[in-house]
């Protein structure tokens, strides 16, 4: 592995006029962001639709047979799928008796690794050290040298081969499978290579493998190595169109296009409320990803904020914290009304609906609580007296009023 580290300073007035520069990128995440929202929102609806429309009209045929009362309708078939003729990757020549085979190409070859870490120095200034290193591996992509930071000495050859995969038409009991149907298993396992020759074109076989080049144990840039998978014959489960003898994708009425298939048996309703799923767990991922992509912009927006403020770099520090705080608070309340909006794009008379019945929920709790407080018994005011009750004997107080005194002289004391 090699490393080089190199370092480079920025003023504080260029520091400035980067972070303007960012705006106008920020401004376009804003943009693309919104995009993404309303697109992921109408195009999750618009499969959901689909799905649940195909799940209302799906036939499920009790066997692999065409079934004149379900042409034209969508059909729930199962059983083994078998290919029609053999697949062959006519580069090595190698064969397999299997629904799909790919070859898998990869290259020993240099890759550049790059980290940098900034520093903001007292004035507004910034300090950043980046350092590059250079690493062998096997990759299945090329990598450009010419792109290096450090060409010299990490050239990588081009890949004289490619990955690619490879199909052929099949059959499901007697309904016909073309290429882009089979297409859609995604089973497959590895492929040995133990019945083909040692030696194919300029590549040794290793059994699992083939490799290009001198010596399998110390790789050099530019050795090759190919492994294959397929996919065997087997039980499927396939949902599509019945169109004659043969399977192909449901047209909707919203005009999405639904083929599925599925290993094993499996009944239509496991695989609907499986597509379901997956349906809305993409939609969170593009929702994630969106507002993530507007969180970014409205934090590029403010950033000229935090870069003025490193003048001293503990103040742009807090200018940043806080301009972090107010891009997120803006990234929710923007992004779930973009998101609410969209939604109201896709689903109108529901979502009206949906707003209509919450505020006529809102407004019947309000009417019964003002009722309420309207129905509350007043509390009767407390007699104040301003002497204490008089008491009896037992020391009960006595409720009874005392007797008036009468007028008049008091009766002289016995002696």
Do not use: C
Not at 59 to 76: F, I, M, N
């Amino acid at each position: 592995m090699d490393r080089f580290t190199e370092t480079t300073q920025t003023g504080y007035l260029q520091n400035i006029g980067n972070s303007f520069k960012g705006m106008l990128f920020g401004l376009f995440f804003i943009i693309g962001s919104i995009v993404l929202l309303w697109w992921n929102e109408g195009n999750s609806v618009a499969q959901a639709d689909a799905l649940k429309e195909v799940q209302q009209k799906v036939v499920s045929l009790p066997e692999a047979k065409y079934d004149p009362s379900a042409e034209g309708k969508a059909v729930h078939v199962q059983g083994e799928v078998k290919p029609l003729t053999q697949l062959v990757d006519p580069l090595f020549g190698i064969t397999a008796d299997g629904l799909k085979l790919a070859r898998h190409v990869e290259m020993y070859q240099w890759r550049e690794n790059r980290h940098s870490e900034s520093k903001d120095k007292l004035g507004g200034g910034t300090e950043t050290v980046t350092t590059y290193e250079y690493v062998k591996e096997w990759s299945g992509m090329a990598q450009n040298a010419s792109s290096f930071k450090h060409p010299a000495g990490h050239e990588n050859p081009p890949m004289r081969y490619t990955s690619q995969h490879f199909s052929t038409d099949a059959k499901l009991g007697e309904f016909h499978l073309n290429k882009e149907m089979v297409s859609l298993i995604s089973q497959s396992q590895s492929y040995t290579l133990e019945t083909f020759p040692e030696t194919i074109a300029d590549a040794k076989n290793y059994r699992t493998f083939l490799y290009i080049g001198t010596n399998v144990n110390k790789p050099q840039v530019g050795d090759m190595k190919i492994t294959y998978t397929y996919t065997p014959s087997d039980i499927y489960t396939y949902i599509g169109k019945e169109q004659g003898k043969a399977l192909v994708p449901y047209m909707t009425s919203n005009g999405r296009e639904i083929a599925l298939a599925y290993h094993g048996k499996v009944s239509a309703k496991k695989i609907f409320e499986n597509e379901l799923e997956n349906n809305a767990l993409f939609t969170w991922l593009w929702r994630g990803a969106g507002l993530l992509l507007m969180y970014i912009g409205f934090a590029m927006m403010m950033g000229p904020l935090a870069t003025i403020a490193k003048v001293v770099p503990a103040l742009g520090h807090l200018v940043g914290y806080g301009t972090g705080i107010i891009a997120a608070i803006l990234t929710l309340l923007f992004g779930s009304f973009i998101i609410a909006l969209a939604w109201l794009g896709a689903r109108p008379i529901l979502s009206l609906f949906i707003i209509g019945a919450g505020v006529g929920i809102a407004f019947a709790l309000g009417k019964l609580s003002k009722r309420s407080k309207e129905t509350v018994p007043q509390t009767p005011p407390s007699r104040t007296a301003s002497m204490p009750p008089n008491r009896d004997v037992h020391g009960t107080p006595d409720r009874t009023s005392p007797p008036a005194r009468e007028s008049g002289t008091p009766p002289p004391r016995e002696r």
